[in-house]
């Protein structure tokens, strides 16, 4: 296995630059509040209107600069290991993050400024680094002999969300074609972070429990990855179709596969609060897979496009949210060193998920939901800031144990 060159103790972003996971979870974390902070700013009224729809922006940060740095921190540090291979060295992850961070800082300046020409360098930065990183994934993948479908699962599902980000790249040139921003839109969603996210947790969550709960028997049968993929791309293709009314012929297979999951998977016997936030945050895929069921087939009787971005909230506020917190504090707890514990702070923020995805799905039944629109921004850096400050703390330090990495 190779090692990375040491770096001075004395250079203050030496442990930052120590592993994949503490330099990517480190921006990830920073920008969870300043994306939010932006985008309750505009709710407010605080803010001015950007060059780009204020809410194409909001999804195209959270879904393609947010929550994918945390998904490459992670990946680039668990593909060598599910296929025995040489862990990545710092000329590998470090050009990865240089070009998320400047994605991130200057696609948030070309919003604050009312700067097209940053707002666009900004996602063209965030390309590169996508760029960067699936070209290591890659090189892992070809190398590999022993078949790993969750590495090709995983890998797939960056590959869309490559194509979603390539699509919004051409908008910011030809903004006479909102369809490719649509588009970007909805890839990111069902075509990105659902394959992923579920992907991660088809591999890791069984696996927790098994080392943990006594009695536990692992399942995690590949056919339903191989069942959930065309279900996943039927979702994007009828949404870029804009056939709502027929989501539910998708959406009733998928819901009925994330219940039989989520049921063989939770946990009979004791088990730390730790492994259940994972499986709580889980909850919520088929619980925004109803919703979504129900909008499509109200929307068929009845022709009214009911519960409006209910079902999207669901998914990405509870589900990526609520599961950010429990993974990432699940990863951080270990690569640091510390005890696999929830802990005070990490559960406050999971809570705190729960109460924000609540306030948002029900906020769309509201005759009035702007205030709480920003009610549910609001609660989102409120419940984040401990854990972020916290998070960035450890990132930035050594380990707890004395160990590298």
């Not at 369809?179 to 972070?193: C, P, S």
């Not at 990855?225 to 009314?245: K, N, T």
């Not at 939901?369 to 921004?377: E, I, Q, R, V, Y």
Request: aromatic share 14%; glycine share 10%.
């Amino acid at each position: 296995m190779a090692t990375a060159v040491p770096l001075d103790r004395s250079f203050p972003l030496a442990a930052l630059a120590a592993a994949p996971h503490r330099l990517l979870f480190f921006i990830g974390a920073a920008n969870v509040l300043a994306a939010m902070a932006w985008w309750t700013g505009w709710l407010g009224g605080l803010l001015p209107a950007p060059t780009v729809p204020a809410g194409w922006m909001h999804g195209f940060i959270m879904q393609y600069q947010v929550l994918p740095t945390f998904i490459f921190g992670f990946l680039l540090t668990v593909f060598p290991r599910w296929m025995a291979q040489t862990e990545a060295s710092r000329w590998h992850y470090l050009p990865v993050g240089l070009g998320l961070v400047a994605g991130q800082a200057l696609t948030l300046a070309g919003l604050l400024s009312g700067s097209a020409v940053l707002l666009h360098i900004g996602v063209v930065n965030t390309l590169a680094g996508w760029i960067a990183a699936m070209v290591v994934l890659a090189g892992w993948l070809a190398r590999d002999r022993s078949g790993n479908w969750h590495a090709v699962s995983c890998f797939a599902g960056l590959l869309m969300g490559l194509a979603g980000l390539i699509a919004f790249v051409i908008y910011l040139h030809l903004p006479t074609e909102p369809r490719l921003a649509f588009a970007m839109l909805k890839i990111g969603t069902f075509g990105l972070l659902v394959p992923v996210y579920s992907t991660v947790a088809h591999r890791m969550f069984p696996f927790f429990a098994g080392n943990i709960v006594p009695g536990y028997k692992p399942w995690r049968p590949m056919w339903l990855l191989a069942a959930s993929w065309p279900l996943w791309l039927g979702h994007v293709a009828l949404e870029l179709a804009h056939l709502y009314q027929w989501l539910w012929l998708v959406d009733l297979p998928l819901l009925g596969l994330g219940v039989l999951t989520l049921w063989r998977w939770w946990p009979r016997g004791k088990a730390p609060a730790l492994l259940r936030v994972l499986f709580i945050g889980y909850a919520w895929l088929p619980v925004a897979l109803a919703l979504y069921a129900a909008q499509s087939l109200w929307f068929l009787g009845t022709g009214e496009f009911a519960l409006g971005r209910g079902p999207v909230h669901a998914v990405s506020v509870g589900f990526f949210g609520s599961l950010l917190v429990a993974m990432v504090t699940r990863v951080t707890q270990g690569h640091s060193g510390r005890p696999l514990v929830l802990g005070r702070i990490p559960a406050l923020a999971f809570i705190g998920m729960q109460v924000v995805a609540v306030v948002r799905v029900f906020s769309e039944l509201s005759p009035n939901p702007a205030p709480w629109f920003l009610a549910a921004g609001l609660a989102w850096v409120a419940v984040f800031l401990p854990w972020v400050l916290r998070s960035l703390w450890i990132y930035a330090t050594p380990r707890a144990d004395g160990r590298p990495g």
